[in-house]
């Protein structure tokens, strides 16, 4: 099994910056793919950004492109996402994913371990 843990949520003003990053234990060797995905109330679950060690190619959703950038740490257990610009619409609730599959999916449904969520809160 593997387990997730957020941190580096809060709260900023729009144009500012700020880097969520999501730590991952246990058999984190079988992990392919680790993505980004965020909710806001009462909106589904939408797809953020993922990176692949398989495939070694970086994904991200048009709203968030040129503006964010998800990176791994060196140990692989680690993943980062450097959040600049920031706008009030990316208010959410920022979950970090793990999946076993090779490729960068967009799909919730595609990924095997969730970690509990972050919040992340930009003002105007």
């Known amino acids: 099994q593997v387990q997730l843990v957020e941190s580096g949520g809060g709260s900023v003003q729009a144009g500012g910056s700020l880097r969520l990053s999501c730590a991952a234990s246990?058999?984190?060797?079988?992990?392919?793919?680790m993505a980004w995905f965020r909710q806001a109330p009462g909106k589904e679950r939408e797809f953020v950004a993922a990176?692949?060690?398989?495939?070694?190619?970086?994904r991200y959703s048009d709203s968030v492109k040129d503006r964010f950038t998800i990176s791994r740490g060196r140990a692989k257990n680690t993943m980062y996402l450097q959040m600049n610009s920031l706008k009030p619409e990316d208010t959410a609730v920022y979950y970090c994913?793990?999946?076993?599959?090779?490729?960068?999916?967009?799909?919730?449904?595609?990924?095997?371990?969730w970690g509990q969520g972050a919040q992340v809160t930009v003002s105007s």
């Open positions: 990176i692949s060690s398989v495939v070694g190619n970086r």
């Open positions: 246990g058999r984190t060797i079988s992990v392919n793919v």
């Open positions: 994913a793990a999946g076993l599959r090779s490729y960068n999916s967009d799909q919730t449904a595609q990924y095997d371990y």
